[in-house]
């Protein structure tokens, strides 16, 4: 079977590859297809698409918007997005404002809990590109608070977590809405994470946002179960959404994900792409 990975990150957001690298990468395991979905910015995807006509991977030019959602947390993806278009530029550079305000408040409260750490250290490790916490855990991990990169989440940066930080999101509807005004189709991510206890809640929601242009769902995500594919899968044909399927790489900054395998039976047809593209052709 041909396989693609849509979901994968890179040194513009939180990913420790570069664009031509990742797309290297995809050639390399024989991916026929990849999307490039950095954190809140397009800064990678003309660097992506012109590696992949150079290898020959063909590569959809994507994004992964933070959306404000009150039980968990929610990332809308884009893909097919023109990442020129003014719009979705201005609207991403709020974003990325946010994080720009977010993360010396981040340093401040790990300074404040006895973690003695700078901003210049974390914008060494982005190496000048647009910063996330993944690269607050290298920092934290590498000066040795922490014993790894998922205790630094656990202690200090996730969610409730001592040192956590929230930031401005846009709201579903208009992290949406500029995806489909870029010429892009919105997909919702691993929906595992929306914090839900009853599936009739992940149902209503899915249902409301198809009425505002929900072109897919993930179904497929390295650490979704075998229970949970399926049961997305059932829920993408009911609502006749394009399943979609990834790996969310992000290089040794996540390090037990693959690039197209996720923890090692990732398998993510091509057709799915082609469901995405007949969607796009369609104009939804
Ligand atoms: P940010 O974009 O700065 O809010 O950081 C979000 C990113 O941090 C996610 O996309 C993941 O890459 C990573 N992340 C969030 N929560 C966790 C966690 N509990 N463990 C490991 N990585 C996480
Ligand atoms: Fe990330
Ligand atoms: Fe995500
Ligand atoms: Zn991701």
């Not at 570069?18 to 990468?25: C, G, I, K, R, S």
């Not at 914008?123 to 790894?148: D, N």
Request: aromatic share 8%; net charge negative.
């Amino acid at each position: 079977m041909e396989t693609i990975d849509l979901h994968a990150h890179t040194t513009a957001s939180d990913g420790s590859l570069t664009p031509a690298e990742l797309v290297d990468l995809a050639c390399q395991i024989g991916l026929k297809a990849m999307a490039i979905t950095d954190h809140d910015t397009v800064a990678g995807v003309a660097e992506a698409l012109s590696r992949g006509k150079e290898v020959g991977v063909e590569v959809v030019p994507g994004i992964e918007i933070s959306a404000e959602f009150k039980t968990g947390t929610m990332h809308m993806l884009g893909y097919f997005i023109d990442p020129a278009h003014p719009a979705l530029v201005s609207s991403l550079t709020k974003l990325q404002e946010a994080r720009r305000n977010r993360n010396p408040k981040i340093v401040a409260k790990l300074n404040e809990l006895g973690v003695d750490i700078t901003m210049e250290e974390i914008e060494a490790v982005a190496g000048g590109e647009q910063i996330g916490r993944p690269h607050f855990a290298k920092v934290l991990e590498s000066k040795g608070y922490v014993s790894s990169f998922n205790e630094a989440f656990d202690r200090y940066l996730a969610k409730g977590a001592s040192a956590y930080m929230d930031k401005f999101r846009f709201t579903p509807a208009k992290a949406m809405d500029m995806i489909l005004k870029a010429g892009g189709l919105p997909v919702l991510a691993h929906p595992f994470t929306l914090g839900f206890n009853e599936p009739e809640e992940l149902e209503a929601l899915i249902s409301r946002m198809v009425d505002n242009g929900l072109a897919g769902l993930e179904v497929y995500y390295s650490e979704h179960t075998s229970e949970m594919n399926e049961k997305y899968l059932a829920l993408a044909e009911k609502y006749d959404l394009c399943p979609t399927g990834g790996s969310d790489f992000h290089g040794n900054n996540k390090f037990k994900i693959e690039l197209g395998r996720g923890m090692g039976n990732l398998a993510v047809p091509y057709a799915w792409l082609s469901c995405l593209r007949q969607r796009l052709n369609k104009g939804t």
